[in-house]
Structure formats: C-alpha cells, structure tokens
C-alpha cells in the first residue's frame, strides 16, 4: 500500500500531539512492514507521517518539491529534514529549482500520482494560498485517488 500525506503546518501543541496520534493510528492499521509513504517531509504532518512509517518498517519515498526546498523551512526542522533525506528509499524530483507555490503544487501533483490514497490533514478550509492543502485535496478527488481526512474533532488551527 502506498500511502502520501499533505497537511497543515504550524498547529498549536495540543492539535500537533492529536494529529500525530491519527497519524500513528493508521500507520499501524497498516501494518507498517507493506506501507510505502510518500511525503515532501516538511515541519509538522509530513515529518511526523514520515518518522512513523519508519518507526513501523515501512519505507519512505520522498518528493522534493524544488532545489532550494530545504532553505524554505524552518531552520530548526533541517535536522529532522536531513535524517528522514538520509532514510528515504527514493526521492522524486520536479526539477524546479525555486521552492515557491507553483514548485509545492507541482510536487504535490507528483505525490498523488504515485499513492493509493492520501492522507489529509485538513480542517475543510479552502487554502491560504496557491498550493495549500485543500487544492491538495481537490487534485486528488480531480484524479480519483481516494482521501483520508485526518483533523481531531473541534480543533482549529
């Protein structure tokens, strides 16, 4: 089973620890050994998806959004960005160079065409900008791959 995330950043610790108990969750209904998770590991649910697929045996495919997509995050996330890099069995390149809404959306596009479902991490709102996870969301339902939204009861963001 290959299984891809996308999800919203920066969530409050509360929402953070509800979400990353989700995402545990279905990683072990997977049973973790057959799982392949597709993720463009940036700060918050995509590194969070990616270090429990590890911690279960699976294997992690990255896609990696533009050459310049590691300076776009946090500073303080590189260091997790580099180990789960390092354990990453294969990882799928747009060739843009510039990490920027087209780039993201673009490898966005790339991680669903390569999973048999998408995880979401979503609180049904539309995006903030070009890219963010609700057009994540509606590319996925455009192309038939089926979503799995993931967002604790009464959170916001």
């Keep these: 089973m290959r299984v891809g995330i996308t999800g919203h950043r920066g969530l409050n610790a ?9 995402l545990q969750a279905v990683v072990r209904s997977h049973g973790g ?8 590991i940036a700060d918050g649910p995509d590194a969070w998806f990616a270090e429990h697929v ?20 946090p500073e303080e996330h590189w260091p997790v960005y580099d180990r ?5 069995s294969e990882v799928h390149r747009t060739g843009m160079t510039a990490s920027d809404p087209a780039a993201h959306m673009a490898g966005s596009e790339i991680l669903v065409g390569l999973v048999d479902e998408l995880l979401a991490v979503w609180d ?11 057009d994540v969301v ?7 791959v089926p979503v799995r939204v993931l967002w604790p009861e009464g959170a916001s963001r």
């Design 14 to 22: 509360e929402v953070e620890q509800q979400v990353r108990d989700l």
């Design 54 to 73: 590890l911690a279960y045996g699976g294997r992690l495919e990255v896609v990696l959004p533009a050459e310049q997509y590691r300076e776009s995050l």
């Design 84 to 88: 789960l890099m390092d354990r990453a």
């Design 33 to 40: 050994v057959d799982l392949v998770g597709v993720s463009c």
């Design 124 to 134: 049904g709102q539309p995006a903030r900008g070009y890219g963010g996870t609700a």
């Design 138 to 144: 509606a590319y996925a339902a455009r192309t038939g």
